[in-house]
């Protein structure tokens, strides 16, 4: 995309420093465009009724798939071909490590999921881990923590009516648009299943019926998360704004399997901006419960996931190599923590293991298989 459109190469490219040029939008639709701050993006209509849509992305640098879609839905609500009926605000999160991951040659998942200068910093390099009611007091010096000052700021704005945003409704549909390290196959995780497409899921906050209806033609999996402790985007968005809200994991980063799940999204948003209901499909998506999150404390030695054959506390077992979503329990899964071994038991998985996280962070969920 040409970077005189409001995409997110556009918005790195200001926070950067380059002068761009003005663009204009398509007179005869109506639609108006608004830069509230760098990388927040707002498109109302006159004739548009119901929720304001907000989609956000690249909150990790490297996840692209969310920022391709909102690019492509930017040019085409800038060019006309979308006939605007929901109000839509636009969200590029973390800029900088965006541009890092865009601009260097050879990297891996998760090498540019921060940017570069806030790694020392721990958990406050990430993003979307700032957003619980104890961190939204502190004033994070990372560029992370700058980004969600501003990004909550101009959300706050628009709904409180201090932008020119008088028809922008005060209410949420919030997608917060990531991907994973390594998704599984949906007949992974279904069993006796033939489907090789990934098991695209989301995590959802008080809103589980309306994604499970809406979004059936997207998502494999809704995993239900509590808004209270949430430290997420999205369960920001949810605890305080009362927003219909999930944080979307699109398949494995940099996996060309994740098209088939950003195109269908990629759709579902084309539908529901032009006030029509997205396509549904004929099996539901599966629904999770967590049992408890899993989290790398310091001091904590061998910290590793483990198949436990035997008695979980010898950790007898290669290590799996993570990071993987959808372990599942085919013994014992155990991870060490500081007061003895997180235990998986069968009829479990663990979401979002990863090894290798920041002290303090969150290694993984436990989660569980609701009935349907």
Same mark, same amino acid.
């Given at each position: ?41 707002? &498109? ?43 109000? !839509?605000?636009? @969200? ?62 101009? +959300? ?11 028809? !922008? ?13 390594? @998704?599984?196959?949906?007949?992974? @995780? ?32 809704? !995993? ?44 579902? &948003? ?24 899993? +989290?790398?404390?310091?001091? @904590?030695?061998? &910290? ?15 290590? +799996? ?11 014992? +899964? ?17 979401? &979002? ?20």
């Amino acid at each position: 995309m040409s970077s005189n459109y409001p995409s997110s190469h556009w918005s790195i490219q200001k926070e950067l420093g380059s002068n761009l040029p003005k663009f204009d939008l398509d007179p005869s639709s109506g639609t108006k465009f608004e830069e509230i701050e760098t990388g927040v993006h707002l &498109f109302t209509n006159p004739n548009a009724t119901g929720q304001t849509i907000m989609l956000s992305g690249i909150l990790h640098g490297d996840e692209d798939a969310g920022a391709n879609i909102m690019d492509k839905l930017r040019s085409e609500l800038c060019d006309g071909t979308i006939d605007l009926k929901r109000n !839509v605000i636009f @969200v590029d999160g973390n800029l900088r490590a965006a541009h890092e991951a865009r601009n260097t040659k050879d990297s891996k998942p998760g090498d540019h999921r921060y940017y570069s200068k806030d790694k020392p910093l721990g958990i406050e390099a990430n993003a979307n881990r700032l957003w619980t009611i104890d961190d939204l007091k502190k004033e994070y010096e990372s560029y992370a923590g700058k980004r969600r000052r501003i990004i909550a700021s101009a +959300i706050n704005d628009i709904l409180s009516g201090g932008a020119d945003a008088s028809e !922008v409704r005060a209410t949420l549909e919030h997608h917060d648009l990531h991907q994973s390290f390594k @998704v599984p196959k949906v007949k992974d @995780v279904r069993g006796n299943h033939t489907d090789d497409s990934e098991y695209t899921y989301g995590m959802v906050y008080d809103s589980l019926q309306f994604f499970k209806e809406q979004f059936s033609s997207v998502y494999a999996g809704l !995993v239900l998360s509590d808004p209270a402790t949430a430290q997420t985007f999205a369960g920001y968005t949810a605890r305080e704004l009362n927003a219909t809200a999930i944080t979307a994991e699109l398949g494995t980063i940099g996996h060309p399997d994740h098209l088939t799940y950003a195109d269908k999204l990629l759709d579902a &948003f084309r539908q529901i901006l032009q006030g029509m209901e997205p396509a549904v499909a004929q099996t539901p998506p599966d629904t999770w419960k967590p049992i408890e999150a899993i +989290i790398r404390k310091p001091g @904590v030695e061998n &910290f590793a996931f483990y198949n436990a054959d035997q008695a979980p506390e010898l950790l007898i077992g290669k290590p +799996i190599e993570p990071p993987v979503d959808f372990i599942e329990a085919k013994n014992l +899964i155990a991870i060490p923590r500081q007061d003895g071994h997180y235990l998986i038991q069968p009829g479990q998985a663990v979401l &979002f293991a990863n090894d290798q996280v920041t002290t303090g962070d969150r290694a993984g969920l436990i989660i569980e298989k609701l009935a349907a």
